[in-house]
């Protein structure tokens, strides 16, 4: 029987009383208190109250998750077995996932802000599609036979990697665990996942749920514990074999400091943008304006991919921000994230609403024009609530232009055309996603031949599916998420070459 779906805020409200919080690290297929009893507190972001006191994991604990995942690698309880049945337990964990979003939804919520309409509307559904894609993506891994002398035989094997770290953020705790665990697994690694602080406690349940899937011991372990300590041990651990990371682009640079001082492990890096949005004046404005508001404020504006630099060709600036005010007092309107109504939550913690506060004040230092927001909701003042921010008149050498905000603020810049566009758009350290709203198709062409973006979208923004490679170029990092590229990154080939000769 399918769980009940709460349906209305009292509901919502009424299962996080007395919600089982669990507060223990997941290693070697069970639950255990961190060895050192570390402890910190999880806090909810609309309220600034504890929800729990959770295990922090540090150098102790790494080891342990780390020499569990090796033994279970050596073994090949997961590695060796046949591929069909990692299929079938894979496919059995995306069962459970499903099964329980509604505790997903609750735990990301409260942890990070994140409305439960999105969490059940788009982080769960997209988690659970992209295991199933990458579990259905086993058998398809093929090898290769090539064409060699007459007396040799020289074929290709794809294998797993062997223990895979994955570091992932706090802004999509779950979907972003799920999107990396799928190929990892799915290829035969042993994987240890190390959540956000901020954002722990679902990674430790999709941990469980794969070990009621059947999985064994050992091949999936979550240990929450800050980035200074846990990550870092991971990232410089020398029987760590790859470090899957997605957060800011320091961190990032980090990882590879790390792994090159360490045993030069394999590192893939997602590390956020700063993506144009470029608007043409032949463009369908209303539909242009409706993607572009949710492309800024979508999740609070904390999107590694938000569309927060806004190119508007110069005749439809002003009706674009009458419109873009307009649409977005409509769609979203701070307010407390277990309402299904709620369009956008708070910001992760008081940190990080400093940090945009900080940006939001930067932008009218230099002279950005404020159309709307930047201040704190009335009657909000209790969470970390930050109204939707759109400053106007913006050029790209600001502050608020030319670096990664991460909150609901974004920058509308007038530009000529669209060779300004694609100007503005590549003068940037980041390049993960872009698009461009015209009905020109020659020009819409001609964008995503020359902007420097590892993703584009044509008159729409942020459609996504598990076919579609996710990821960046310059300082938004390399690497794939999801998609059939995703598995060869968690993965490697070894060249066989055998002689016939007598």
Same mark, same amino acid.
């Given at each position: 029987?399918a769980?009940?779906?709460?349906?209305?805020?009292?509901e919502?409200?009424?299962?996080?009383?007395?919600? $089982?919080?669990?507060?223990?690290?997941?290693?070697?297929?069970?639950? =255990?208190?961190?060895?050192?009893?570390?402890? +910190?507190?999880?806090?909810?972001?609309?309220?600034?109250?504890?929800?729990? #006191?959770?295990?922090?994991?540090?150098?102790?604990?790494?080891?342990?998750?780390?020499?569990a995942?090796?033994?279970?690698?050596?073994?090949?309880?997961?590695?060796?077995?046949? /591929?069909?049945?990692?299929?079938?337990?894979?496919?059995?964990?995306?069962?459970?996932?499903?099964?329980?979003?509604?505790?997903?939804?609750?735990?990301?919520?409260?942890?990070?802000?994140?409305?439960?309409?999105?969490?059940?509307?788009?982080?769960? $559904?997209?988690? =659970?599609?992209?295991?199933? @894609?990458?579990?259905?993506?086993?058998?398809?891994?093929?090898?290769a036979?090539?064409?060699?002398?007459?007396?040799?035989l020289?074929?290709i094997?794809?294998? /797993?990697?062997?223990?895979?770290?994955?570091? =992932?953020?706090?802004?999509?705790?779950?979907?972003?665990?799920?999107?990396?665990?799928?190929?990892? !697994?799915?290829?035969?690694?042993?994987?240890?996942?190390?959540?956000?602080?901020?954002?722990?406690?679902?990674?430790?349940?999709?941990?469980?749920? @794969?070990?009621?899937?059947?999985?064994?011991?050992?091949?999936?372990?979550?240990?929450?514990?800050?980035?200074?300590?846990?990550?870092?041990?991971?990232?410089?651990?020398?029987?760590?074999?790859?470090?899957?990371?997605?957060?800011?682009? $320091?961190?990032?640079g !980090?990882?590879?400091?790390?792994?090159?001082?360490?045993?030069? &492990?394999?590192?893939?890096?997602?590390?956020?943008? &700063?993506?144009?949005?470029?608007?043409?004046?032949?463009?369908?404005?209303? *539909?242009?304006?409706?993607?572009?508001?949710h492309?800024?404020?979508?999740?609070?504006?904390?999107?590694?991919?938000?569309?927060?630099?806004?190119? =508007?060709?110069?005749?439809?600036?002003? #009706?674009?921000?009458?419109? @873009?005010?307009?649409? *977005?007092?409509?769609?979203?309107?701070?307010?407390?994230?277990?309402?299904?109504? *709620?369009?956008?939550? $708070?910001?992760?913690?008081?940190?990080?609403h400093?940090?945009?506060?900080?940006?939001?004040?930067?932008? &009218?230092?230099e002279?950005?024009? %404020?159309?709307?927001?930047?201040?704190?909701?009335?009657?909000m003042?209790?969470?970390?609530?930050?109204?939707?921010?759109?400053?106007?008149?913006?050029?790209?050498?600001?502050?608020?232009?030319?670096?990664?905000?991460?909150?609901?603020?974004?920058?509308?810049? /007038?530009?000529?055309?669209?060779?300004?566009?694609?100007?503005?758009?590549?003068d940037?350290? @980041?390049? !993960?996603?872009?698009?461009?709203?015209?009905?020109?198709?020659?020009?819409?062409?001609? +964008?995503?031949?020359?902007?420097?973006?590892?993703?584009v979208?044509?008159? #729409?923004?942020?459609d996504?599916?598990?076919t579609? /490679?996710?990821?960046?170029? &310059?300082?938004?990092?390399?690497?794939?998420?999801?998609?059939?590229?995703?598995?060869?990154?968690?993965?490697?080939?070894?060249?066989?070459?055998?002689? %016939?000769?007598?």
């Amino acid at each position: 029987m399918a769980a009940h779906i709460p349906a209305t805020r009292q509901e919502w409200h009424d299962r996080a009383v007395n919600y $089982p919080f669990e507060p223990r690290l997941f290693i070697d297929g069970e639950l =255990v208190d961190a060895i050192d009893g570390g402890r +910190f507190e999880s806090v909810n972001p609309a309220t600034g109250d504890t929800i729990a #006191t959770l295990a922090e994991g540090n150098e102790k604990d790494v080891e342990r998750a780390v020499a569990a995942a090796r033994r279970a690698f050596e073994a090949g309880v997961w590695s060796r077995i046949a /591929p069909r049945m990692r299929m079938d337990i894979l496919l059995k964990f995306a069962d459970l996932v499903e099964g329980r979003a509604v505790d997903f939804a609750l735990l990301d919520s409260l942890e990070m802000g994140k409305p439960v309409s999105s969490m059940m509307g788009f982080d769960v $559904p997209s988690a =659970v599609a992209n295991l199933r @894609f990458a579990a259905e993506a086993i058998d398809k891994m093929e090898g290769a036979v090539t064409n060699t002398h007459p007396d040799v035989l020289h074929y290709i094997l794809r294998q /797993p990697l062997g223990v895979v770290s994955l570091i =992932v953020p706090w802004n999509y705790p779950m979907m972003m665990a799920a999107w990396k665990l799928g190929p990892a !697994l799915a290829m035969g690694n042993c994987v240890i996942v190390k959540p956000a602080q901020q954002s722990s406690m679902s990674a430790v349940l999709l941990a469980r749920l @794969f070990a009621e899937a059947g999985g064994p011991a050992g091949v999936f372990s979550a240990v929450p514990g800050s980035g200074a300590v846990a990550g870092q041990a991971l990232a410089r651990h020398m029987d760590v074999d790859k470090i899957g990371f997605t957060g800011s682009a $320091p961190v990032g640079g !980090l990882m590879m400091r790390y792994a090159g001082e360490s045993n030069l &492990k394999h590192v893939t890096t997602e590390c956020g943008g &700063k993506s144009p949005q470029v608007v043409l004046a032949d463009c369908d404005l209303d *539909t242009a304006v409706e993607m572009a508001v949710h492309g800024v404020y979508s999740n609070q504006g904390e999107v590694c991919a938000a569309g927060s630099r806004i190119m =508007v060709e110069e005749p439809i600036v002003d #009706t674009f921000l009458e419109r @873009f005010q307009a649409r *977005t007092v409509a769609l979203y309107a701070p307010g407390d994230p277990l309402d299904p109504a *709620t369009s956008m939550g $708070p910001l992760v913690d008081e940190r990080q609403h400093r940090t945009v506060s900080g940006y939001v004040e930067a932008g &009218k230092a230099e002279g950005a024009r %404020l159309a709307f927001g930047g201040g704190v909701p009335a009657g909000m003042e209790g969470g970390y609530y930050l109204e939707p921010t759109l400053f106007a008149d913006v050029r790209n050498d600001m502050k608020i232009a030319a670096e990664e905000i991460f909150g609901p603020v974004g920058a509308v810049l /007038p530009i000529r055309d669209m060779e300004e566009g694609i100007v503005l758009a590549n003068d940037s350290i @980041f390049g !993960l996603g872009a698009s461009v709203w015209t009905k020109d198709l020659a020009r819409a062409h001609r +964008f995503a031949r020359d902007v420097e973006s590892g993703m584009v979208w044509v008159n #729409t923004y942020f459609d996504q599916d598990p076919t579609a /490679p996710w990821g960046g170029v &310059k300082q938004s990092g390399n690497g794939r998420d999801k998609c059939m590229e995703a598995l060869s990154h968690y993965s490697q080939t070894k060249s066989v070459w055998m002689s %016939l000769g007598g």
